[in-house]
């Protein structure tokens, strides 16, 4: 595919780690200007970091005039949410899931409209929790599902410009807790051998997939599985 994002500019919300950070490398490889917006200003070598809270309206609009016109912009930032029985739920809690992962993506492409190029494409993330379901889960469940149909209706509210989403099974990243930990290792073991592919999934696994949104111009409105086989 060589240099495929030659010449275009990729923002990457959430691109300081795990998949964001795996998404802005692979796009830099592929010959793009890439820019990873994150909580942490951390970025992979060759992308510009730029450190900023995702909810910051204000902070994030002003950044966008700055980068200037924008091809692709991707949203990978959500807040860690644990398995959470209703009686215990509390707002907070519920409030944090939709803020990052929602609420910021929707908000995060209202400020970049005037920014964004003709023929733009725009990647949310969701999660399997959408459609696989359990006891605990509802809230990530809730707000993936959210994601999924707010990415299909704006693909067609936005139009000619494209709107995708990426929907990850469990992937190997810290959200699953310390590397190299005793306990991430059980779980990931755990999930791995009950999945078709008896794997669980890489960052890169999952950038190939944003970049596959990105540059497939005939793709849109599209919830793109990358799961190992999870939901089956």
């Known amino acids: ?18 998949i964001g950070a795996a998404v802005a490398e692979l796009a830099r490889a592929k010959g793009a200007r890439v820019v990873a917006i994150s909580r942490s200003g951390f970025a992979p070598q060759g992308v510009e970091p730029i450190p900023l809270d995702v909810c910051d309206l204000e902070a994030l609009g002003s950044t ?21 029985a209703l009686p215990l739920l509390e707002w907070d809690a519920l409030s944090l899931a939709f803020d990052i992962k929602l609420f910021s993506a929707i908000q995060a492409v209202r400020v970049a409209l005037p920014h964004l190029s003709a023929q733009a494409s725009i990647t949310f993330t969701s999660g399997q929790a959408s459609r696989k379901y359990g006891t605990g889960s509802m809230v990530k469940g809730a707000v993936n599902a959210a ?10 509210e936005l139009a000619p410009r494209r709107v995708n989403v990426i929907s990850p099974g469990v992937v190997d990243t810290p959200i699953w807790g310390e590397n190299g930990s005793d306990a991430r290792l059980a779980f990931l073991t ?3 051998a ?6 669980v999934g890489a960052p890169e696994d999952l950038a190939r997939a ?8 005939f793709v849109t409105g599209s919830v793109i599985d990358v799961d190992g086989g999870g939901l089956l």
């Open 210 to 217: 944003y970049l596959f949104a990105m540059t497939n111009g």
């Open 194 to 199: 009950a999945l078709p592919v008896q794997r």
């Open 1 to 18: 595919m060589g240099k495929i994002l030659l010449n275009q500019t990729v923002v990457v919300i959430g691109g300081g780690s795990g």
């Open 147 to 156: 994601v999924d149909a707010a990415g299909r209706h704006l693909a067609k």
């Open 190 to 192: 755990r999930v791995a």
């Open 64 to 84: 966008f005039a700055t980068i200037g016109p924008i091809d692709h912009l991707v949203h990978t930032a959500g807040a860690r949410t644990a398995a959470i």
